[in-house]
Structures are given as structure tokens and as C-alpha cells.
């Protein structure tokens, strides 16, 4: 595979959607259509890592596969999608203007991820956190910070992004039953999907941000990005789960 053409077209994908099933059905597609008609399982985590997203559970891929009916499993954990729906995966996932990206070397965002793009924290979990009567815990710093986020994010303020994101995992860990948020990721009881997002901001996203908090200036630096900082799919979960206790 062509890595460099890979990064752009990954690049146009994140911008253009923003699920982890989205993302692993467009890589999948890039797979089918330009890397040998087919993927292993393993062959899209590397993709993942290599646009920087990081490291998938093994198991939620596979099930994201397993239940899309545009895909067609061909051996053990090896998928493709048959050339008759690539029309249909390319107009819901916006993928020719990814494809257009590649060629031109220049990444292109849809005009309607353009209109989405300012939301980090859907603004429907911000509504039930503010929603929330919760006598033994007051919301109201949680849902600023929330905000702020999203300020922060359609401004491409991305440092601050991935600060507030480490302020906040630390902010809630008492609603889950811990006083860190290292504590909650390694102790908390819920479903396996649940403890591996909690496993990955605590292991990624609190890495990225110390980086960026704790690292003295260099002769030479480099800022960070939409893709290094876009947790917005985990941070959705955990604030689920903030809510779903509190209610």
C-alpha cells in the first residue's frame, strides 16, 4: 500500500466522518478497491495507527464488520466489499471527495462535515448534563468545560482541546466511583467496549496532552492536529456513562 496516499485519503475520512464504524468501513473500502480486493483484520488496525487514531479493540472492529451488511467476510478475520456497493459506500461516506484528495495531494472536507465540525461533545449530551439534578454533584464546571471544548474545537484551538479533555477525565473520575481517572480505567466494572474507550483516553489522549502541558520548549516543535486530538467518540461514551449514573 501506498502509505503517503493512505495518510491523505485517512486524513479526508477523519474530516469528513466521525464514528469508528465509518472509519473502519472507508479504510476498508481503500483496502478493497486499491490494496488487493480484501483486508485482514489486522491489516485496518495498522491503518488506524498509521492515521493516527490509534489502536482499535480487536473485538469491536470485528463485531463494526461483522454487523455492516455493505461488507462480505471472505476468510477467517479477512473482509472486502463487493465492487457493486462501493457507489453506496462512496455517497454515504463522502469517499470521492477523498479520493480526490489523494490524487490532488490537498485534503477535502464535505460540506457537511463543514457544519459539524465546530462539536467535540455532541451538544445533545451537553443538554442532559445541564438537565441533570444531581444533589451530590454539581454539573455546572463540567458543562463549561464541555463547552469550552467545543469552543475551542471549531477554532482549531487544538492544545486546548486535548487539555480540557485530560482536565475532565480527572474532573468526573469521582462520579464513577474513583478519585483518578487511572483508577477508573483499570478498576471499573462495566461491559469490555466500555473499559477499553475508558483504557484509551487514559492511555493516549492523558499522554498526548502531558506532552503538550509538561514539555519545555525545543529548538524545534511540531502542533498538534484534528487527528491527534479528535477523542470526541470516547469522550461521547464517558459522558454517556456520567449521565446514565446520575439519572
Known amino acids: 500500500m501506498?502509505?503517503?496516499?493512505?495518510k491523505t485519503f485517512a486524513s479526508c475520512v477523519i474530516n469528513?466522518?466521525?464514528t469508528i464504524a465509518q472509519q473502519a468501513i472507508a479504510f476498508l473500502y481503500f483496502r478493497t478497491r486499491f490494496c488487493g480486493g480484501k483486508a485482514t483484520l489486522q491489516d485496518?488496525?495498522?491503518?488506524?495507527?498509521?492515521?493516527?487514531?490509534?489502536r482499535p479493540p480487536q473485538f469491536r472492529?470485528?463485531?463494526?464488520?461483522?454487523r455492516d451488511k455493505r461488507t462480505k467476510k471472505i476468510a477467517n478475520d479477512t473482509w472486502m466489499i463487493p465492487s457493486n456497493r462501493f457507489t453506496g459506500v462512496e455517497a454515504k461516506l463522502h469517499l470521492l471527495d477523498c479520493l480526490g484528495s489523494f490524487e490532488s495531494g490537498r485534503v477535502q472536507i464535505s460540506p457537511q462535515r463543514k457544519r459539524k465540525s465546530g462539536l467535540f461533545i455532541d451538544s445533545q449530551r451537553i443538554k442532559e448534563l445541564k438537565a441533570n439534578t444531581s444533589k451530590k454533584y454539581d454539573l455546572s464546571r463540567l458543562v463549561r468545560m464541555c463547552e469550552e471544548i467545543n469552543d475551542n474545537f471549531s477554532k482549531e484551538n487544538y492544545?486546548?482541546?486535548?487539555?480540557?479533555?485530560?482536565?475532565?477525565?480527572?474532573?468526573?473520575?469521582?462520579?464513577?466511583g474513583f478519585k483518578s481517572f487511572a483508577e477508573v480505567s483499570n478498576n471499573y466494572k462495566s461491559e469490555r467496549s466500555l473499559k477499553d474507550v475508558f483504557q484509551h483516553l487514559e492511555n493516549s489522549s492523558r499522554k498526548i496532552a502531558d506532552g503538550y502541558l509538561h514539555i519545555p520548549i525545543r529548538d524545534k516543535e511540531t502542533l498538534p492536529t484534528l487527528t491527534q486530538?479528535?477523542?470526541?467518540?470516547?469522550?461521547?461514551s464517558?459522558?454517556?456513562?456520567?449521565?446514565?449514573?446520575l439519572k
Open 2 to 6: 501506498d502509505e503517503s496516499k493512505f
Open 16 to 18: 469528513n466522518v466521525g
Open 44 to 54: 485496518l488496525i495498522s491503518d488506524f495507527e498509521v492515521a493516527g487514531l490509534g
Open 61 to 66: 472492529l470485528r463485531g463494526i464488520l461483522i
Open 159 to 176: 492544545i486546548s482541546v486535548i487539555v480540557l479533555v485530560r482536565t475532565i477525565l480527572n474532573h468526573v473520575a469521582p462520579i464513577l
Open 229 to 236: 486530538v479528535n477523542f470526541s467518540q470516547d469522550m461521547d
Open 238 to 245: 464517558l459522558l454517556g456513562e456520567v449521565v446514565r449514573i
